[in-house]
């Protein structure tokens, strides 16, 4: 079978349980002992595993079957968790990790067996007494070598075989075929039943034929059928390969069999064979549902007596996963495409609004029309957004591992803590977030905290924290980054700027903290000491600010020195369509994005004064330093110089910025087109759009200009 078509299947879904594998084993580094991670960390692996071996990847699954050996283990009670097997279980996460990598760019696992993790894989479970594995081995080889071996009815209802089964039996024999009896297991959560008995028939048929079943086939595609059904099967070669085949099937939880007799058909079924499935079941787990399209091997649920028996805390608590038909995966191109259209008629509809405008009197009806349009434009435009917003919580929720990792090899210990995992934002803006976070991230913990024998003469806690928090306010989203590490030196900054000319001494000196704070950002500005793995090359904070920049956000920096640092990331929740302020300047109409305004004033001539050459406004106390757009523009101003000024107050972060504009001209909800490479060095436009007369308006971006 191709399996190719199912490729970015198995991608987004090995990264899902690649993820909650990482989360699961930092969860059992602070607490060993517990079943439900444990049990937890068996079922991600299983089931990569599975997904491994069903698309082809034989060393992907060989490792993820090393690392399921280990936990069955674990889980069983044969071994203990220590400090090594966690750093092993790390380093196999990596190696998975990789092969997906690989697999992404080139639909191949590649060549590299990591023969070493799996030989420490082996290691620790050879840890736990040769003797008592030899006896286990030769306990779990009895019981499988009856089974698959021996002539038995057991895997056979009983029920008698019509004259055509029996035909097709004694075909099959006269041409020296095999008979094997087969009872298939389906999972307790399957939906879709009689999906996965269609799909367990046509893996069967691929090298052997099925003589009968039972309950009948009918039966069985109409779903009249509990948790198994019963085969008989012919077949050239040995059974071993059938059931693994039948095992290989989504939503499956066991199949078992063997030689057919069928001189013992009608009698009792042997209660010991019977058993049989019941003693799988109780090292089995349960499985989320996996899709049709790739198939997982997935072993049986547990018994109903085990269930109910509250040995575990929280053991009845079920899944936090999404009910299954609750959510689709979509690809990003449709919903862009989806966008587009909206886009395209948010156009149409300003269009007939211009239009409407310009009719005159006996435009009362076309208004009203008008009026539910933008009604029905507004709701389809938020629906949209809302499918396209997905939870930070998928980029977020790497941090902790690699906070971990930097907390052994620096040997400095510390923690994360992480809240509003659940913010949503624009999937575009989540795909690109990652990398700025992570780059603050590890500047707190490498350049933000203490060594811990400082922080202990500080009075501080011997490990050091750092906050990721993330919040809605109104329509940005705020994500900050803090540490209660040693803040940032000013003064040190102030003097690797005069050391590398960036400023002379008298303009470092005259420039207030925030300004020196900023040079941060600069290209290859950094103050650290010496250069290391994690940071030090000057090739951070320069990627943070650009990234946010080009998500049309902004990033600001508060330090004390001795308490700690706080990044704030401010970024919008969409990137398509905006709420705009349009404005003339010098005949030309523009847009500026309404996130980013905070008032619009009339300032006269006379209140303007200036500051070190440069025009500010008193505004209720705030001195606010004007700018004067028809110069930034380089366009001659139609406002008459001696009326009042138009100046709209434009934020970011905690600065202001009057912008002189020459008259307004309303609110409106503006499609925001990407210029692309055409005006790329124009740095304070952002963008463009197309109003309802069919005009070009360009979009001013306030946090450039201020």
């Not at 639909?107 to 040769?130: C, H, R, T, V, Y």
């Amino acid at each position: 079978m191709d399996v190719s078509q199912y490729l970015d299947i198995f991608l987004d879904e090995s990264k899902e349980h690649l993820q909650n594998l990482n989360t699961s084993v930092l969860n059992l580094e602070q607490d060993a002992e517990n079943p439900e991670t444990i049990g937890e960390i068996f079922r991600s692996a299983h089931t990569l595993k599975g997904m491994a071996g069903t698309m082809g990847f034989k060393r992907m699954q060989t490792l993820t079957h090393d690392m399921e050996n280990v936990f069955s283990e674990v889980r069983d009670g044969n071994l203990k968790i220590n400090a090594g097997m966690i750093d092993v279980l790390f380093r196999c996460l990596d190696a998975l990790e990789e092969y997906v990598s690989i697999i992404q760019e080139t639909s191949d696992e590649g060549d590299n067996d990591n023969e070493p993790i799996i030989k420490e894989l082996n290691d620790i479970l050879a840890s736990k007494g040769s003797e008592d594995a030899a006896a286990k081995e030769e306990t779990a080889a009895k019981p499988a070598a009856a089974e698959n071996t021996a002539a038995s009815t057991s895997f056979w209802s009983g029920r008698e075989l019509t004259e055509e089964e029996q035909k097709s039996m004694e075909d099959a024999m006269m041409a020296n075929k095999k008979i094997y009896a087969v009872t298939v297991y389906v999972e307790e959560n399957c939906l879709l039943k009689a999906a996965r008995a269609f799909l367990v028939f046509k893996a069967i048929e691929e090298n052997s034929e099925i003589i009968a079943a039972d309950p009948s086939t009918q039966d069985i595609e109409d779903e009249k059928f509990d948790l198994q059904f019963s085969l008989i099967i012919s077949s050239e070669g040995e059974l071993e390969p059938v059931l693994t085949a039948i095992k290989g099937v989504s939503e499956i939880a066991d199949a078992k069999g063997g030689l057919f007799d069928a001189d013992s058909i009608g009698e009792s079924v042997d209660s010991t064979e019977t058993a049989a499935p019941e003693e799988k079941q109780e090292e089995a787990v349960t499985e989320a549902v996996a899709p049709v399209t790739a198939p997982v091997t997935i072993e049986a649920p547990k018994k109903a007596e085990e269930k109910k028996a509250p040995a575990k805390t929280g053991g009845e608590k079920k899944s936090g996963k999404p009910a299954v038909g609750r959510s689709v995966r979509v690809d990003i191109e449709k919903l862009d495409s989806l966008m587009n259209l909206v886009s395209e008629l948010i156009i149409a509809k300003n269009s007939l609004v211009s239009g409407a405008t310009n009719a005159g009197e006996n435009s009362g009806a076309l208004h009203d029309q008008i009026e539910y349009l933008e009604s029905v434009t507004t709701n389809l435009h938020e629906s949209v957004m809302k499918v396209r917003m997905v939870p930070i919580e998928s980029v977020v929720s790497k941090f902790p591992r690699m906070i971990r990792d930097i907390s052994k090899q620096l040997n400095k210990p510390m923690e994360l803590f992480m809240s509003g995992e659940e913010t949503e934002l624009d999937r575009t803006v989540v795909d690109e977030i990652g990398d700025p976070l992570m780059h603050m991230l590890r500047n707190s913990a490498d350049h933000g905290l203490e060594m811990p024998d400082v922080r202990i003469a500080r009075g501080k806690p011997e490990s050091g924290s750092i906050y990721l928090d993330a919040y809605q306010d109104g329509n940005n989203v705020v994500i900050e980054v803090r540490d209660d590490g040693n803040g940032i030196d000013v003064n040190a900054v102030r003097e690797k700027a005069i050391e590398r000319g960036v400023m002379t001494e008298e303009q470092a000196n005259n420039a207030d903290d925030s300004d020196i704070i900023n040079l941060l950002f600069l290209p290859s500005f950094s103050t650290a000491k010496k250069v290391s793995d994690l940071s030090g090359r000057g090739v951070g904070l320069d990627v943070v600010k650009s990234k946010i920049e080009a998500l049309s956000g902004e990033v600001d920096v508060k330090t004390k020195l001795g308490e700690g640092t706080t990044f704030t990331i401010r970024l919008p929740l969409t990137l398509a369509i905006i709420q705009a302020l349009m404005v003339v300047v010098g005949g030309e109409k523009y847009a500026i994005a309404l996130s980013g305004i905070t008032t619009i004033e009339n300032i006269e001539p006379s209140e303007v004064k200036t500051v070190q050459s440069k025009e500010v406004i008193n505004l209720r106390g705030n001195v606010i330093p004007l700018v004067r757009l028809d110069e930034v523009l380089d366009i001659e101003s139609t406002r008459d110089p001696a009326s009042s000024m138009v100046v709209v107050i434009a934020k970011k972060g905690e600065k202001l910025a009057g912008l002189v504009v020459d008259e307004l001209i309303g609110q409106q909800e503006i499609v925001i087109k990407s210029l692309g490479k055409y005006i790329n060095k124009c740095k304070f436009i952002s963008g463009a759009t197309i109003l309802g007369d069919g005009e070009i308006a360009l979009i001013i971006d306030t946090n450039a200009l201020i």
